[in-house]
């Protein structure tokens, strides 16, 4: 049997607390500090963009657009199941 976690987990270095995936008119993250780029894969494909982890008052936060950061996936076409599984490999226990 084939251990999918295993296969698509990332480095410890890239982990958050808490998940937010942004809707229509949250495209930037402005209130990260020290935010980083996250390219995550998921047995289900790409994820709706890349990853933006930072720090909110001393927690780690991971932002996902679900749109896409320049509003290119329209609804039909959201991943919801990469997103998903993609703040799951980050270590996310809540989503906003």
Request: charged share 20%; with cysteine.
């Amino acid at each position: 049997m084939v251990d999918l976690c295993a296969s698509f987990r990332i480095k410890p270095q890239a982990t958050a607390e808490v998940g937010v995936l942004g809707g229509t008119g949250n495209y930037d993250p402005y209130y990260l500090e020290g935010a980083k780029e996250i390219k995550v894969y998921t047995p289900y494909g790409a994820p709706s963009d890349l990853i933006i982890v930072g720090d909110v008052k001393g927690r780690k936060v991971a932002f996902l657009p679900r749109h896409g950061r320049h509003h290119t996936v329209p609804p039909y076409k959201i991943n919801y199941r990469a997103n998903i599984w993609a703040m799951k490999a980050l270590g996310v226990k809540r989503i906003i």
